[in-house]
């Protein structure tokens, strides 16, 4: 079983910054692949970014791609997800999940466990 608390999120302007982070617990977290998801008002959740267990390899969307950066620290315990150039459209929930896979996935089914969420709001 691993719990995870998102935080971090925030009301930013246009452009500006912010960085997520996601606590998790249990003493396997390594062995988790790790991913940042979003959930806009009346849209589908989609993946953001996501990242092996060893942080090795990571994936993004083509929407965020050289904007955000994912990281993880295993001696932590956390997942970070950091976002410059933020964007209107960037505002959603945040949600980051767990992946019990060495596989990387993009589909929120193959995720087993999932935050409560964090509010991110960006202004024009």
């Not at 955000?68 to 932590?76: E, G, V």
Request: glycine content about 10%; some cysteine; charged content about 20%.
């Amino acid at each position: 079983q691993v719990q995870l608390v998102e935080s971090g999120g925030g009301l930013v302007q246009a452009g500006g910054s912010l960085r997520l982070s996601c606590a998790a617990s249990g003493r396997t977290f390594s062995s988790y692949a790790m991913g940042w998801f979003r959930q806009a008002p009346g849209k589908e959740r989609e993946l953001v970014a996501c990242i092996s267990g060893r942080g090795v390899t990571t994936y993004y969307a083509e929407s965020v791609k050289g904007r955000f950066t994912i990281s993880r620290d295993n001696a932590k315990n956390t997942v970070y997800l950091r976002m410059d150039s933020l964007k209107p459209e960037d505002t959603a929930v945040y949600y980051c999940a767990a992946d019990d896979s060495r596989i990387l996935h993009t589909d929120t089914r193959a995720y087993d466990y999932w935050g409560q969420g964090t509010q991110v709001t960006i202004s024009s």
